[in-house]
Nanobody
Framework: VQLQASGGGLVQAGGSLRLSCAAS???????MGWYRQAPGKQRELVASVTSGGWKNYVEPVKGRFTISRDNAKNTVYLQMNSLKPEDAAVYYC???????????WGQGTLVTVSS
């Protein structure tokens, strides 16, 4: 499965963005996640969603970000509201089967938040 993240951009603090992750094949039975990597920091998981719709978020984004998936369209979304400068990063999507990622890490999509 190849994954393509899009939707990043420049936004003011407090603004919103919606990221999309389009898969080249089926994402059924795959736990899909959004990750981010800020300059000088390690890549971290931001949010994940199982094929059954169970969602998990890291604490800093709870209540502001919403992950969703459309299996029929093989697409995963990340709605980001009330953005903060510390949310600025390159955002990536990937999926997991067990302990393995299903796709190489792509270029991601850059989110820049101005204060």
């Amino acid at each position: 499965v190849q994954l393509q993240a899009s939707g990043g951009g420049l936004v003011q603090a407090g603004g919103s963005l919606r990221l999309s992750c389009a898969a080249s094949g089926s994402i059924d039975y795959i736990i899909m996640g959004w990750y981010r990597q800020a300059p000088g920091k390690q890549r971290e998981l931001v949010a994940s969603v199982t094929s059954g719709g169970w969602k998990n978020y890291v604490e800093p984004v709870k209540g502001r970000f919403t992950i969703s998936r459309d299996n029929a369209k093989n697409t995963v979304y990340l709605q980001m509201n009330s953005l903060k400068p510390e949310d600025a990063a390159v955002y990536y999507c990937n999926g997991r089967r067990g302990f393995s990622f299903v796709s190489p890490w792509g270029q991601g999509t850059l989110v820049t938040v101005s204060s």
